[in-house]
């Protein structure tokens, strides 16, 4: 299993980037795909998930409405559009899936490091100001 992150870059605040996450996961669309970063000198943090039927999108209030977490289950790939960047998301970015098959958890573990079995290698994102 192999998660490849990229689209990462340096964008001036107020900018937008899109990254991408392509899946070597053969249960792609039956896996919870996230998001998460890790800013220097910080712990690793959750931005967003999107649940195995994509009918449930979860969001760390810091990028609600400026993050939009998609996938495209037909070419393995995770997404996640960011718009309106601030200085404050200068990171790098980390995909992530789970292993367990039409799983659906509670809202609170699907911001939660432990639900997540396998790990991109991760895409850095800054932003002037």
């Known amino acids: 299993v192999q998660l490849q992150a990229s689209g990462g870059g340096l964008v001036q605040a107020g900018g937008s980037l899109r990254l991408s996450c392509a899946a070597s996961v053969w249960s792609f669309g039956n896996s919870v795909m996230g998001w998460f970063r890790q800013a220097p000198g910080k712990e690793r943090e959750f931005v967003a998930a999107?649940?195995?039927?994509?009918?449930?999108?979860f969001y760390a209030d810091s990028v609600k409405g400026r993050f939009t977490i998609s996938r495209d289950n037909a070419k393995n790939t995770l997404y996640l559009q960011m718009n309106s960047l601030k200085p404050e998301d200068t990171a790098v970015y980390y995909c992530a899936a789970d292993n367990r098959k039409r799983t659906t958890y509670s809202d609170y573990e699907y911001s939660r490091r432990w639900i997540y079995d396998y790990w991109g290698q991760g895409t850095l994102v800054t932003v002037s100001s």
């Open positions: 999107i649940s195995w039927s994509d009918s449930r999108l």
